[in-house]
């Protein structure tokens, strides 16, 4: 079992940057593949990247492709999302996940991960 908590959220303008990280409990993380979703009130939970338990794959939605990246450390049992260039469309609460099913390593469906963070609000004004 992994506990997350997600942070780094805040307000920041157009064009500007963030850097959302998601720390995990626990012995185990890596051998966890990760997520980050986001999520606007009222709409489904929507996959933005994941990336395998040694960091050596990636998967961007294409939203978010060229402006986001993904890294871990797994010495420090943390996720990270850089987020460059942010646009009003990425304001959204945004979750990490985790998952170590067998014979699924990036997954983009919200219900193949059994863990989650309790969200970071991003907000970007314009």
């Known amino acids: 079992q992994v506990q997350l908590v997600e942070s780094g959220g805040g307000l920041v303008q157009a064009g500007g940057s963030l850097r959302l990280s998601c720390g995990a409990s626990?012995?185990?993380?890596?051998?966890?593949?990760m997520g980050w979703f986001r999520q606007a009130p009222e709409k489904e939970r929507e996959f933005v990247v994941g990336?395998?338990?040694?960091?050596?794959?990636?998967f961007y939605a294409d939203s978010v492709k060229g402006r986001f990246t993904i890294s871990r450390d797994n010495a420090k049992n943390t996720v990270y999302l850089q987020m460059n260039s942010l646009k009003p469309e990425d304001t959204d609460v945004y979750y990490c996940?985790?998952?170590?099913?067998?014979?699924?390593?990036?997954?983009?469906?919200?219900?193949?991960?059994?863990?989650w963070g309790q969200g970071t609000q991003v907000t970007v004004s314009s």
């Open positions: 990336i395998t338990r040694s960091g050596g794959s990636t």
């Open positions: 626990g012995r185990t993380f890596s051998s966890y593949h």
């Open positions: 996940a985790a998952h170590k099913r067998f014979g699924v390593t990036i997954t983009t469906s919200s219900s193949s991960y059994d863990y």
